[in-house]
């Protein structure tokens, strides 16, 4: 198969595009019966559990059996549609009657169209050359209702909605939008946005491993809080401030890891400490959102639960940077860390005018990076905590902790 070529012939990535998408093509084509019908299943199952353990009202049990049978139907209407266009864009991809080209509002973003058809296939390229590659799923969508199930006080409910905005949620007009491709979002977004509901399939997504499917709700029962493109920042500012903001902040964009407590913002990662999180599972538990993600099988929450939390960090302040205090190998430093290279060597200068030397160290961290320590060697530690009392009482601090005399 030929390279893929856009307008003037220019390389549509470093991959053979079409080549790849003929791989994901085969490979969704072969799994989409057990996608569809496994979400069918998880939608029935998943909600005679909540009827079940959250013991619900009649009419609430009903709510949400409704839902569910919505969702299931949308996904009957939207098979068929994904089956045959599958099947025409496999045999256009074969018989090589595609057409590749630039998408008319996003310079990354490649359309290829099947001969003949008024559809398209989409594919990104994002900065770790891989290609995201979706096909669009039209007229799929219903009006439906989730009920209040968890019935958490008005406060606790502001910062688990304070969460969603800050890591996945958006908005659409003035109503609080939610799009993804895990099924236990879905109901984990929609017990803190429930009410009446708009929702569609939008997209179905060819992955390597596997096909998904594009959920989109918009909760029509809210107006959304921390609207604009600053709400997100807004929204973080408030959820920071809670454990259950935080709680649901990680179920949206943190990143699972079995050691650390990783959020994402923006395209960088913020670190919190892992003290945080028996405060994070307390308050879930007490709300019942524990509860729910627990029968949810969220992934998420499953590894945030095998985090075991490790002494808090030992931290002083210089010169408007936090350094946290390592003692390894019987040698005490101080380290600081950058993301640009020139910020880190300034630092190292400053510290240097004041009598202070620095290293600046390079470090990669699960294949990111690099990163950039300034690290202030033992002696100038010591000269420190000689004449300022918060770096006196850190090295107090890890003293103690080693037993060490320093």
Known sequence: MDMATGPEGRRTGP???????????????????????????????????????????????????????????LLDKAYPQAEAKLQKLLKALESNNVKVELGPCAKKTLHVTPEGEKWYVSAHMVED???????????????????????VSDQDLYYLQAGWRASDESYEGDKPKMGTTQQWQVFAWTAVRYGYLRVYLKNLNFNKS????????????????????????????????????????????????????????????????????????????????GKLLDLLESEKWITLKKIKPRKQPIYATLLGHTFWLVYFYKELSARTLFKDLGEAEKLTKVLADVGLQAKVRTWQYQGRGPYYFVELDQTSVLRLAENNQEWRYALNQIAQKYRKQL
């Open 129 to 151: 050359k891989r290609w995201l590659i979706s096909l669009p799923i039209y007229r799929v969508s219903a009006d439906a209702e989730f009920p209040d199930i968890l019935n």
């Open 210 to 289: 596997g096909p998904t499917i594009h959920w989109v709700l918009t909760a029509k029962s809210w107006n959304q809080q921390w609207p604009t493109r600053e709400g997100k920042k807004q929204a973080q500012q408030v959820a920071k401030r809670h454990p259950l903001g935080l709680l649901a902040w990680y179920l949206g964009d943190g990143r699972r890891h079995k050691h650390d407590l990783l959020y994402a913002v923006g395209d960088d990662e913020e670190y919190k400490p892992k003290n945080l999180i028996p405060e994070i599972l307390q308050a879930a538990y007490y709300t019942g959102y």
């Open 15 to 73: 991959t053979d595009l079409l080549a790849e998408l003929y791989s994901r093509t085969q490979l969704a084509q072969s799994q989409l019966g057990n996608l569809f019908s496994g979400q069918k299943k998880y939608f029935y199952k998943t909600s005679e559990a909540i009827v079940d353990i959250f013991d619900l009202p009649l009419d609430k049990a009903d709510t949400l059996r409704d839902f569910a049978e919505k969702a299931v139907n």
